[in-house]
């Protein structure tokens, strides 16, 4: 069985290095061809845009992550010690065109009940093309069989944000359009939130290209570019308030999100705050032309070739055929912020709805914005274990789950009582304490999982604190 499956996986890479072409949202002008150096096409470019040689010439910078062995969930970290003959489905996050994982951290720890929880990330740097984002994907789940999971068929659950909405679903598209990959994976769900399929009618769209291609000249070209992100760009990302309102309601204490329901999240959530500063990278004039132009305008239009396959029925294509399978036989969650100002999001939630998959479900968050849809008024794992009941068997009785009956209350913003119901909140000098933090190591993936620095980590100057904070918290607790 082993031994079918290796040649099975071959069969798989190979197709997966294929060249892919599709039609593409030119404008009306003219096209010109040239070719990429990491790109396994022919590229297709409009004339109104120009690519810098170095962005030709920037080598791939994907990565795939466990967020939670990432940032020391101890109960995380624990369960991957330890060798399970019924390992969890995967759960894969495909983020947003910024490539981070910070907008949807708060929900991992929750959907570490259920799930094993990977996500990609993707440096600024990064100047890969839509199809060798989805190329990357598709070998990652592949060898996740192979090495992480001997051989053995996972089940797999994909979940893309924004940008990642579209690539989600061109992945999942491919999955089902080989039936090789039914050797390595099942995809039993696909999870979109604020999906970017809508971005040719956002204001997004009408905004990020001519801030992107301003024609100033070195070195004033920053300035310009910088008040257009700061003043045009960046407020469209926010919502009406709410996620400044639910700041302070935790600061204060008074709430929580739904889904920090125990001491060891509330750690975590404040790790993952502490490093926001070094995780927040500025995103260069360059790279955001790059993935406005090659990621969402290039994915954008190879979702509406899909769809005019689903109008019409009539397939050119492997992928044209998983693209019909997926929209008749996977059941798919789009999640929606209510004032999302980037794309519009609920027209497109019902767009989708109606024109693309069948067995669907719509959930909208109540006075999200296009970034806090997956902040502190969701409750992610609940929503997924109504709406896919099977995951419910896979809870492990040794994980942090806490208490998770709460309903979002208007009066705290829509977050919810403190799990402890105390008047002050887990002091920050606790959470890299080893009550709350446990380092990952795993010598294969040192450097993946290394806490940089001095400060943070283990046997950083957070983790002495902390150890010394908590003895003494217990040596003074009656």
């Known amino acids: 069985m082993l031994s079918r499956r290796l040649a099975a996986l071959l069969i798989a890479v190979i197709s997966t290095s294929d ?28 004339t109104d845009y120009t690519i810098a040689e170095e962005d030709i010439d920037s080598p791939s910078r994907i990565e795939f992550i466990s967020p939670l062995l990432q940032d020391g969930y101890p109960p995380a970290v624990k369960e991957q010690e330890r060798v399970s003959a019924d390992p969890k489905p995967i ?13 949807a951290f708060l929900q991992f720890p929750a959907l570490g009940e259920e799930f094993d929880v990977k996500a990609m990330q993707v440096s600024m740097e990064d100047r890969s093309t839509f199809e060798d984002l989805k190329d990357a994907v598709i070998n990652f789940l592949v060898q996740e069989c192979i090495y992480g999971r001997m051989g053995e068929t996972y089940q797999l659950y994909l979940m893309g944000e924004s940008f990642g909405g579209i690539l989600a679903t061109e992945v999942a598209a491919a999955l089902l359009s080989n039936s090789q990959y039914s050797n390595f994976v099942r995809l039993q769900g696909l999870i979109l939130v604020n999906p970017a399929t809508s971005y040719l009618r956002s204001e997004l769209y009408r905004l990020g290209p001519p801030i992107a291609n301003s024609p100033w000249f070195r070195p004033i070209e920053n300035i310009p570019y910088i008040f257009g992100l700061t003043t045009q760009l960046v407020p469209l990302f926010l919502d009406e308030g709410l996620a400044i309102q639910q700041l302070f309601t935790i600061l204060s204490s008074k709430g929580l999100p739904a889904v920090v329901n125990t001491a060891q999240r509330e750690a975590y959530m404040g790790r993952v705050a502490f490093a926001l500063p070094s995780r927040l990278k500025f995103m260069p004039k360059n790279t955001l032309r790059w993935r406005l132009t090659e990621w969402l305008e290039w994915g954008n239009a190879v979702f509406e070739d899909r769809l005019e396959v689903l109008k019409s029925g009539i397939t050119e294509g492997e992928d044209d055929l998983g693209m019909l399978r997926l929209s008749r036989d996977v059941k798919t969650l789009v999640v929606v912020g209510e004032f999302d100002k980037t794309l519009p999001s609920l027209d497109e939630a019902n767009r989708l709805s109606a024109e693309v998959f069948r067995n669907n479900v719509v959930h909208v968050v109540t006075g999200a914005g296009h970034a806090s849809t997956c902040g502190g008024t969701l409750n992610l794992m609940q929503l997924l274990r109504q709406v896919y009941p099977e995951v419910n068997g896979y809870r492990t009785t040794n994980y942090d789950v806490g208490t998770t009956e709460w309903k979002p209350r208007a009066d705290l913003r829509g977050l919810v009582p403190r799990y402890d119901y105390a008047n002050i909140g887990l002091s920050p000098l606790l959470y890299w304490s080893s009550d709350y933090y446990k380092e990952w190591k795993d010598d294969e993936k040192k450097d993946r999982f290394k806490v ?24 003074t607790t009656p």
């Open 452 to 475: 940089r620095g001095y400060l943070q980590g283990k046997n950083g100057v957070f983790g002495w604190i902390g150890e010394f904070a908590l003895a003494l918290r217990k040596w």
């Open 19 to 46: 060249a892919f072409t599709s039609p593409r949202h030119t404008n009306g002008n003219d096209l010109i061809c040239t070719t990429c150096r990491y790109s396994t096409r022919y590229k297709r470019y409009s």
């Open 91 to 103: 759960l894969l996050y495909l983020p947003g065109f910024d490539g981070t994982t910070l907008s």
